[in-house]
């Protein structure tokens, strides 16, 4: 499920921007989830998934899209989100790559430029194939950013751990590992799942992820463990020579 989101205070403009946006998807058997705003304010108050791309317009009444985009960058989350400008004002080009843009439509030349730039932006999202969002505790995550789950010592609770926060849930292993087997996780021991893409290197008994963390690896996973490993491995080797 791609989460799209598009934010124009032109009504008809949105509307129309919508229609192309989930014809084009639709077409390529992508289901998505698409939401829409007709301002910043709108669009500051969205409180649902992390948005996967934001057609994003500058010019508004009341500020401009640009300022927007200055601090959108900045917060939880929205690091993964590809931003495209939309405008009636070629002018500002320039002034839109300033905040990361990944393109500029020019509302004048919207059929060709908009479909070069969805046509680019799924060969990024291949890229995060592996990638999708969990809601612990009320709040969303990517699963790219969890380093491993363990279970608490009193085994009724799990810790996420991502580079940048602990969150406690409760919960057991075995109702997330079928959940996050398919995005890059794999299960070295009776209490972990660790996430392949922090891995660094393996010892005899335990596999090092990045800042040399040591986690367990018991003789009853490790032969599964490390096959399914080296499938993932190959997996994201192709993905990313696309």
């Known amino acids: 499920m791609i989460n799209i989101g598009i934010c124009d205070d032109d009504i008809i403009w949105l509307d129309m921007l919508s229609q192309k946006v989930t014809e084009h998807f639709h077409t390529k058997g992508h289901s998505i989830n698409l939401v829409t705003f007709l301002n910043i304010d709108q669009l500051q108050k969205y409180d649902g998934p992390f948005l996967d791309l934001l057609l994003l317009d500058i010019i508004f009444p009341d500020k401009w899209g640009t300022e927007f985009a200055k601090h959108f960058s900045k917060q939880s989350g929205c690091e993964h989100t590809t ?11 320039f002034e839109c790559y300033r905040y990361n843009a990944f393109r500029f439509i020019r509302k004048d030349r919207i059929d060709e430029e908009l479909q070069e730039a969805l046509d680019s932006f799924e060969l ?3 890229n995060k194939i592996f990638n999708t969002q969990l809601c612990i505790n ?50 070295p021991h009776q209490s972990y799942l660790v996430n392949y893409s922090f891995i660094q290197s393996f ?7 990045k800042n040399n963390l040591e986690i367990p690896m018991s003789r009853t996973f490790k032969k599964a463990f490390k096959n399914s490993f080296l499938e993932w491995k190959r997996k994201t080797s192709h993905v990313l020579s696309l």
């Open 83 to 93: 931003l495209i400008f939309v405008s009636s004002y070629g002018e500002a080009a």
């Open 124 to 126: 990024r999202y291949q």
């Open 138 to 187: 009320d709040h969303y995550i990517y699963t790219i950013d969890i380093k491993y789950i363990e279970t608490s010592f009193d085994r009724h609770n799990l810790l996420f751990h991502t580079e940048k926060e602990e969150i406690r849930v409760r919960g057991r292993l075995s109702y997330y590992y079928p959940l996050l087997k398919e995005y890059g996780f794999g299960q």
């Open 203 to 209: 010892r005899t008994d335990t596999e090092i992820l």
